[in-house]
């Protein structure tokens, strides 16, 4: 056979099927250098749909919305200065299709004597709205130090498993710390706590743009934290414990199949979102 017998005899290459969607530079990345809102306002966009019910559980002074723009949510804020206690919240089970916890994740928080307790000077409002500038009443066998503050974290996830329906996304706030000279990783024990019923499906990292502070140190044992964590969970179906989304049907069942579209950013109010912006790396 000749060679140009024997080549016309190939078939023909196919041309590879180009995927699907176009370049951008605008992908939402893990890592923020600045402040929690334009981070939260990613997340949102990525995982909550337009029109959802979300329960901020943990509002203060709602510092987390300023970079959303008014009307897209069904917002249902809540914190102790409420009267409202993030483990046990007034909602019937599976009503709310997203929640945002952001309970405090200093130990200093929790003392017995409010003259021990974190929180003092330009941190007042934090110990405010997160703690109620109220001690903790010492209670015999409760949990103490960071103990305490994830066993917050982890009545809190209870009663947010309760009030979401099957896929609702949990947005968690958190930071590691170290307490009594020992690494505690905050964001790993949350994740291996919420494991069966929770989906860790995200986490995004923040950096303070500034440096911080440290008092009366004689030898540094460990680095300063300096960064904290959104971690973004689905609820699991219990049914179907391994799903990490509904399928067609379920969306259907939600009325979550045919979710609306964030408004394009040149449409949104450019004054607010502008100042809550922070700095990618």
Known sequence: MSEATEASAQPAKTRRKSPDGASSTSAVLSSYVGNNAPVFRDILKMFVPVGSTVADVTWGKGAFWT??????????????????????????DGTIDALVLDPPYMEGLFRKDTGHMAGSGTHSAFRERYSNSQATAEVKDAPK????????????????????RNYGIFIVKCQDEVSANRQRLTHIE???????????????????????????MLKQEHARKNHSYFLVFVKRNPEFPKRIRPTANEARALGIDNPQPWPDDALLSGGVVADAMGTLF
């Open 190 to 216: 949350l994740i291996n706590e919420w494991a069966e019923d929770f989906y860790c499906k995200d986490l995004f990292v923040v950096t303070r743009p500034n440096k911080p502070v440290v008092a009366r």
């Open 145 to 164: 130090w960071h103990d305490a503050v994830l066993d917050l974290y982890f009545k809190a996830g209870w009663e947010a498993k309760r009030v979401l």
């Open 67 to 92: 970079g959303v723009p008014d009307g897209l949510y069904e917002v249902k804020p809540s914190d102790l200065q409420m009267g409202i206690d993030c483990r046990d919240l007034p909602y019937e």
